[in-house]
């Protein structure tokens, strides 16, 4: 479990807490914090002056942070890359600032969250656990676990860098049994998988502005309800922003979801996606809202139009408020393979991804994605999603994420 930094308390600093810090178990329909009171959609006017946006929609209450919420530290830089976070880490001891320990979940959620991520990988993990039983250390298993690392999409240069490490680890600790040739498979995968573990940084600006993206059916409406709860059981309120305009179910399923966690949801029926995201900053700013999260309609990276609206709704991001999108992250479904990780390079090279949510992983024999994605474009994986339940999204840990892939 990661730490995150905490400065000495200030009078009106802001919350700052990683997704790490893994909130109690929550009710399907209710967060932990108590919350503002049911607001209806709310429609977004067309491109205009901010003034008329922020007009429109009445301010609610803020949500009140959770009894068990840790002072806050001073806003501190986005963490975009691996490099970033290590120089942030660098300059927190550099200042002496004090580094809290994030406190566990309860044993029992802990327990359900891992089985059920051990569930959801068995596919994956039942070609790669039955190589090392009862084998011999030699060539035929080497091709053997070759085999099931591309089978599971773990792409070619992933596949490459482990089974030369490995063979290096095997030759440099004279290991001589198939059960320490498989735990150094299982150091050399968290070593892969660890620059991929980074914190979602809460609390820099206000409003954090997050920008979500991918191809259809990711999953990308239903990972933001699930999202705007696991925000706001850490005491940030939020607003979304239905910016898949021409999609009327996207509208209707992220109003469900705003319903059902009690935040307002701005939205507009075949305008400019790019209207939408500009008046929702400005209403947040309004309100003195958290953080606002702005879904995009789905699109592939071959739809080259498409991807340019994309870019045009940052930079009217931008234009409402010159810092933001604060997060750009990626939603992609699990199962996809080595098709997620051209979406990933596609997607970044359009936008500068700071984040992946990585969906739709129980039952899938494609686990391995994820080493291919730590391998060729290591962009921080912000979540990572085994079901359709609100629980079954969690923060991605490397270590808890070999362990189920190799138990």
């Known amino acids: 479990m990661f730490s995150f930094f905490k400065r000495k308390p200030k009078p009106e600093a802001q919350p700052t807490l990683p997704p790490q810090v893994e909130p109690a178990p929550q009710p399907a329909t209710a967060p932990a914090a108590p919350v503002i009171a049911a607001e209806p959609v709310v429609s977004a006017a067309p491109v205009a002056p901010a003034a008329a946006a922020v007009e429109a929609v009445p301010a609610p209450a803020e949500v009140a942070p959770p009894p068990a919420a840790v002072a806050a530290p001073e806003p501190v830089a986005p963490v975009t890359r691996a490099e970033e976070a290590e120089e942030a880490v660098e300059k927190a001891i550099e200042d002496e600032v004090e580094i809290v320990a994030a406190p566990e979940a309860a044993p029992e959620a802990k327990r359900s969250w891992l089985s059920r991520l051990k569930a959801g990988l068995s596919k994956t993990s039942s070609n790669l ?14 091709d053997e676990l070759e085999s099931a690392l591309l089978v599971s999409d773990a792409g070619v240069e992933a596949t490459q860098w482990l089974l030369d490490e490995l ?40 409003p954090l502005v997050m920008m979500i993206a991918g191809v259809n059916g990711a999953g990308k409406t239903t990972t933001i309800g699930k999202l705007a709860l696991h925000l706001q059981a850490h ?173």
Not at 174 to 194: F, K, N
Not at 268 to 296: C, K, L, N, W, Y
Not at 332 to 346: H, P, R, S, W
């Open 167 to 206: 063979k290096k680890k095997v030759k440099a600790e004279r290991l001589t049994e198939a059960t320490q040739v498989r735990t150094a498979l299982r150091s050399l995968l968290i070593d892969l998988l660890q620059p991929l573990q980074r914190p979602l940084v809460l609390g820099r600006e206000k």
């Open 129 to 142: 656990t039955t190589l090392f039983v009862g084998a011999r250390i030699d060539d035929d298993l080497y």
């Open 235 to 407: 005491g940030q309120s939020v607003l979304l922003a239905a910016g898949d305009t021409f999609r009327a179910a996207a509208r209707e399923q992220l109003a469900i979801w705003g319903e059902r966690n009690n935040v307002a949801v701005i939205a507009q029926e075949s305008g400019d996606p790019a209207a939408v995201a500009f008046d929702s900053v400005h209403s947040a700013q309004a309100r003195g809202t958290h953080v606002v999260m702005i879904d995009t309609a789905g699109r592939l990276p071959t739809q080259l139009h498409l991807m340019d609206e994309l870019k045009k709704i940052k930079r009217v991001i931008a234009k409402a408020m010159p810092s933001a999108p604060h997060e750009v992250l990626l939603v992609i479904d699990g199962n996809t393979g080595q098709n997620a990780l051209a979406q990933v390079k596609a997607f970044d090279d359009a936008l500068g991804l700071t984040g992946l949510v990585v969906t739709k992983l129980d039952g899938t024999a494609k686990g391995g994605i994820l080493a291919a994605i730590a391998k060729t474009r290591p962009v921080p994986l912000y979540f990572i999603g085994v079901g359709e339940q609100i629980e079954d999204l969690q923060a991605f840990n490397a270590t808890e994420f070999v362990d189920a892939l190799l138990s």
